[in-house]
């Protein structure tokens, strides 16, 4: 792993190499994305079939093949073991309180003279989830994009994931059951992005779309924005350590690796005020990596993307934190609260060393899809927010017009609008 301090003399360059860490080539793919989503656009069903049967080594014989039967999702959650479904629940109660306290209320507020203003929060009618396959399936993924909309009140729930020679993985339609999810495709990649922002014969048209997914994913959100709504541009998983002498070499390294198991283009930085520690966690990782069961993907990840950065101090560490703006922040130090008001671009922030990621993925509570290569400085994580909309109220009586009218009028006269400024002045007259 990559060991350089604030000290070198090249330190600047490459820091800024690690501030690339989320360049995604979407211009690259772009042309391509826009083939398949015009397709999908003009010919759906008959382009998605044979999408999936060019990317997913499986021809749909009829249009229904593309649905989950609710049955099988029913059978997988019955047949799944009963520590994981009981698992499963518990991260279910979880999400769905975290995420109940953050549904925001309408309000209401009256003025002296009888007008009124408000905000009416209201749900989008429906809701496009897209779930990861491929090198791994995350029916945590599931929860953490389904839970927020049943909170917020999405009627309609739409599931797209792709199922590579027609198989699913079982935990993931379980998943779905336990959410009450009823339109669950098979169906994966730009394909169902279009599939979701445009409608077809079988899946439905929907409002907003969230989820991760790889760089076609990604290109095809950005495309059909505008369309429909979606959640973020999300890139490749990583992780950022603040880490000083007091912290345990092996729980950092483990926690490193648990990014770079993810994508060999994770990335996983720890930065520290404590040069001794950095040839500790090194070689814990080293260590670590034999016994992972995706170790060539790790090792790809650490070598090629991974740092141990060693600063002068821990203010000059938090700076270079905020600048990296990571999707997970852990703060392994002997006050880490007392950091907490000093970062600023942080998706997730997990405080002390009984708090490693992992718990956020899965069982915690808060929402694991997070804004990643440094969008942690003007994107949230997914909440009930993304699947919500807000509309202003505005109600006035005569008297409440009459003292806030005048100056309306002047403003819409001085634009030029003056049937604007009329639509006001008939009424004061």
């Known amino acids: ?19 690339k860490r989320g360049a995604m080539d979407i211009d690259g793919v ?40 609710l049955s099988s999702m029913e059978e997988a959650y019955n047949n799944i073991d009963d520590k994981l479904r009981d698992a499963l629940h518990l991260a279910y109660d979880r999400i769905e309180n975290y995420h109940q306290k953050l549904m ?23 809701a ?10 995350y029916p945590s993924s599931l929860l953490m994009n389904a839970i927020p909309a049943i909170v917020a009140g999405v009627e309609e729930i739409v599931v797209c994931t792709p199922a590579p020679d027609d198989e699913l993985n079982e935990l993931l339609l379980a998943a779905c059951h336990l959410c009450k999810v009823t339109k ?7 394909s169902a992005i279009g599939a979701m922002a445009y409608g077809t014969e079988t899946i439905p048209k929907v409002d907003v779309i969230t989820g991760p997914g790889n760089i076609f994913v990604a290109t095809a959100k950005k495309l059909v924005y505008g369309e429909v709504n979606i959640d973020m541009i999300a890139g490749p998983s990583e992780i950022g350590i603040l880490a000083d002498s007091t912290a345990r070499p092996d729980y950092l390294a483990i926690d490193l690796l648990s990014q770079a198991e993810h994508d060999e283009m994770a990335s996983s930085i720890l930065i520290t005020t404590d040069a001794s520690l950095a040839p500790k ?43 990296i703006a990571p999707e997970h922040l852990e703060i392994v130090t002997a006050n880490p609260m007392e950091l907490l008001a000093k970062v600023k671009h942080a998706g997730a922030i997990f405080l002390g060393e009984y708090t490693p990621e992992p718990i956020g993925d899965y069982i915690a509570g808060p929402n694991h899809t997070l804004p990643t290569g440094g969008t942690a400085k003007f994107y949230s994580p997914l909440s009930v927010d993304h ?3 807000k509309s202003s109220i505005i109600s006035m009586t005569k008297e409440g017009l009459n003292e806030i009218g005048e ?5 819409a006269n001085t634009e030029g609008l003056t049937a604007h400024e009329e639509s006001v002045r008939i009424r004061l007259s």
């Open 407 to 411: 100056a309306c009028a002047l403003i």
């Open 184 to 190: 669950v495709f098979k169906v994966g990649g730009a």
């Open 387 to 389: 699947f919500l909309k």
């Open 1 to 19: 792993m990559k060991i350089f301090s604030t000290k070198d003399e090249n330190f600047q360059s490459e820091f800024d190499e690690l501030l």
């Open 104 to 126: 925001p209320k309408s309000w209401f507020d009256f003025e002296k003279n009888g007008s009124m203003l408000g905000q009416k929060v209201t749900a989008v009618d429906s």
């Open 128 to 137: 496009g989830l897209y779930i990861p396959g491929g090198k791994a399936a």
């Open 281 to 323: 966690v090194a070689n814990k990782i080293e260590a670590f990596l034999g016994t992972l069961s995706r170790k060539e993907i790790a090792r790809t990840s650490i070598e090629e993307r991974g740092a141990i950065i060693i600063t002068q101090s821990m203010d000059e560490a938090i700076d270079l934190m905020n600048q």
């Open 30 to 69: 772009t042309s391509i994305v826009k083939g398949l989503l015009d397709e999908i656009k003009t010919e759906g069903n008959t382009a998605l079939k044979g999408h999936i049967s060019k990317f997913d080594r499986w021809t749909p014989s009829s249009d229904k093949a593309l649905e989950v039967s």
